[in-house]
């Protein structure tokens, strides 16, 4: 039935029923991994310049967030995971290419602002302890990345980094030993301080965007249907269908994930808050002056933690990106496209892999300040999100989509919700320019 969504037993696509329910050490592991690794050298680069500008006044985004970042990274989980295709493919299946095109056109730009943006700050990172130019040092990282995507797979660069991700940590016990006041801390958590300005909003869009990139949702919803490749379910009507159980469980490890990760955005703004912004610095130009806000923890060795962190998610993350931006574009012309092929099977697909890392790195020649980049890639993100949103809840309510799997009351209230949220930060912004 290569056409509908056919309806599974609850003992079809169970991994848990199949191969056992995972230890709790397992999924909270697994968890703080994914939620660590989602901070790329963006997010951190957005939430220090916003620490620093705002100081503790800005931790209140963080709880807003959360059920934000749960929701988007749920919902394009469940297209592949129900429809058995990436996003963009299932976009090409259900909307006219006049819709199509233009939202291929944003991820893509965006995963390439943002792929350019993640290595110039490794890059500036790298620079504090190796003396060389950052577009060298760039091009150098953006080498053996694409060399191991080539050679190798996400597999073995997630393998090797993924543990450099938790050292992201440090920023909770930097903000505790950096002693803020606890009552200011709470205060600023529960009540929004806002102002009506373009800096205030164009932080709030790039945290919006950095948090809910667009290459978050090309991700998710393409590895739900590379997992289940690995499975042996290559063909497209083996993959369409799963059971409730199976989408409980995604939901939970989604929201596990999506914790760890607004935990660090939450420490991020209180370490910057009470140390840079404290300082009187606030504006973030270097990676010396990010690595600043955990010398309460590490003294001296704050730069060495903080070089570690970025280039552990940063090569994590960039990978990520640049793959992303090659689904974007392989489903969007009809073709498909999977890490499970091999690069002389699928040329098209490792080459636009290839393209979108050169172009990355040849933005970083063109003299932009790195650290001012990150938050920049952070607002263009933000602007790509509002539409991209609106379409991932139509797709999940669509019963030649979704089956019964659509969506319930209470998935489209906050959908509908974030949606609405992300269009009226990005309006505000626009209206300040004017």
């Known amino acids: 039935m290569p056409d509908s969504v056919r309806e ?10 199949i191969a056992g329910r995972p230890s709790l050490f397992k999924v909270i592991g697994s968890g703080v991994i994914t939620g660590a690794a989602d901070d790329d050298p963006s997010a951190i680069g957005t939430y220090s310049s916003a620490g620093a500008k705002f100081g ?8 807003v967030l959360l059920p934000m970042m749960y929701i988007v990274v749920y919902l394009s989980a469940k297209i ?22 233009p939202l291929v056109s944003l991820a893509f730009l965006g995963n390439i602002i943002e792929a350019a943006a993640d290595l110039g700050g490794i890059g500036s990172a790298m620079n504090l302890l190796i003396p ?5 040092l760039v091009l150098a990282t953006a080498a053996i990345i694409y060399a191991i995507q080539y050679f190798g797979s996400y597999s073995l660069i997630r393998g090797i980094f993924r543990w450099l991700a938790l050292i992201l940590f440090a920023y909770v016990a930097a903000a505790i030993l950096a002693k803020p006041d606890p009552l200011s ?4 958590t529960v009540i929004p301080s806002i ?23 090309t991700w998710q919803s393409n590895q739900e249907v590379e997992e289940q490749i690995a499975m042996g379910r290559r063909r497209v009507f083996e993959r369409k269908g799963t059971s409730k159980r199976e989408l409980q469980r995604t939901q939970r490890d989604v929201l596990i994930g999506m914790i760890f990760c607004n935990l660090i955005l939450y420490f991020i703004l209180m370490a910057t808050g009470v140390t840079l912004h404290a300082a009187g610095q606030t504006e973030v130009e270097t990676a010396a002056q990010a690595a600043a806000a955990l010398t309460p923890l590490a003294g001296a060795g704050a730069t ?3 070089v570690a962190g970025i280039v552990g998610v940063g090569f994590l993350a960039v990978p990520v990106m640049t793959t992303g931006a090659a689904y974007d574009v392989v489903q969007g012309l009809g073709r498909e496209a999977s890490l499970h092929d091999h690069p002389r099977d699928n040329r098209l697909f490792y080459l636009i892999i290839f393209l979108v890392t050169a172009l990355a790195v040849g933005l970083n020649f063109l003299g932009f300040n790195p650290m001012r980049a990150l938050v920049w890639s952070g607002i263009v993100q933000g602007f790509s999100v509002p539409p991209l949103l609106v ?25 509908w919700a974030t949606t609405a949220i992300t269009f009226a930060a990005t309006f505000c912004l626009v209206a300040t320019w004017f």
């Open 304 to 306: 060495w933690l903080f």
């Open 185 to 188: 801390v709470l205060r600023s």
């Open 132 to 136: 060389l130019p950052i577009p060298i």
């Open 391 to 415: 379409v991932m809840m139509l797709l999940t309510n669509r019963k030649q989509v979704m089956g019964s799997r659509r969506n319930n009351r209470a998935t489209n209230l906050l959908g």
């Open 56 to 63: 503790l006044g800005m931790l209140w985004i963080a709880p």
């Open 8 to 17: 599974p037993l609850d003992s079809r696509y169970d991994a848990e029923a």
């Open 195 to 217: 102002r009506f300005d373009a800096d205030f909003f164009g932080i709030v869009v790039a945290c919006i965007g950095t948090s809910l990139s667009a290459y978050v949702y």
């Open 80 to 101: 592949g995971q129900v429809y058995g295709k990436g996003l963009f493919a299932c976009i090409r299946d259900q909307f006219p290419g006049w819709v199509l095109m």
